[in-house]
């Protein structure tokens, strides 16, 4: 059964990079507005006749928190339509549609092996959501990591968040990774998501040399979807451990 439409209305934009925005969304005739982390909202903007090429989705960056206010993040695609609409007509207090949450892109319920959380650009959100959702709710975990790549320093999403979160939730690990820097922090890397992620595997390996169990959830651009995919695959996991998500 399809979910209701509801009335939304835009309470706070924020730039996160250059070309990345943060929206605040709230549902007004609903008093919270409940889903699990992971899960996306779809948006139907007036950008086209058929409904169909109206609807955008986008996964919830936060976590659930008991109000009717969710946030997005959001990069524009300047030759696309839906993204140049919300960056450019949308403003603090405009009113949009929307559906959601769906998706089971979620977490296990029971985190009783190590997680990593493999993204590039805002396929950051539905990740944010659950280690938001992780430390807030205290759920005993594992170790859980988020691989974050991106191209340049400036296009870190929640970078210092995520260190602040780093220290204060055991176990979790924030590895930000920029494949068009050559000097880069403490806790960054310089090149791609895949060199940390079969890093970590290989230290954490059995003393058989088998890999040891864990959960991959892993969502952005499809390349990196697929090469990840593939890759783990190949260092000897079932493909039943790994979990997708594609960003454009």
């Known amino acids: 059964m399809l979910l209701p439409w509801h009335r939304a209305v ?16 709230q549902v007004p005739d609903l008093e919270r507005f409940d889903f699990q982390p992971g899960q996306f909202v779809t948006l139907d903007l007036p950008i086209h006749e058929q409904k169909n090429k109206r609807w955008r989705s ?11 206010t969710i946030e997005l993040v959001i990069v524009l695609n300047e030759h696309g339509k839906g993204t ?4 450019n007509e949308v403003k603090e207090g405009s009113e ?13 319920e029971i985190l009783d092996r190590d997680l990593y959380l493999i993204c590039t650009g805002t396929g950051i959100a539905p990740f944010r959501s659950m280690v938001q959702y992780i430390d807030t709710y205290k759920v005993p975990h594992q ?43 403490p806790g960054q890397h310089t090149g791609y998501v895949h060199d940390v992620y079969e ?16 959960h991959f ?21 079932d493909k039943k451990a790994i979990h997708l998500e594609l960003y454009g």
């Open 143 to 185: 170790q859980v990591h988020l691989i974050f790549g991106c191209r340049k320093l400036g296009d870190a999403l929640y970078e210092a968040e995520m260190r602040e979160l780093e220290k204060e939730c055991p176990g979790f690990h924030f590895h930000s990774c920029f494949s068009r820097e050559t000097e880069v922090g």
């Open 96 to 108: 949009i549609t929307l559906r959601g949450p769906q998706g089971k892109f979620t977490m296990p």
């Open 58 to 68: 986008y996964s919830i960056a936060s976590a659930p928190d008991g109000t009717n």
């Open 217 to 237: 959830y892993l969502c952005g651009w499809k390349n990196m979807v697929d090469h990840a995919k593939q890759k783990l695959q190949d260092l000897g996991f």
């Open 84 to 87: 140049p609409f919300l960056f």
């Open 10 to 25: 835009i309470t706070k934009i924020e730039n996160a990079t250059a070309a990345t925005r943060r929206f605040w969304i």
């Open 199 to 214: 890093k970590l595997i290989n230290e954490s390996r059995l003393p058989d040399g088998s890999v040891a169990p864990a």
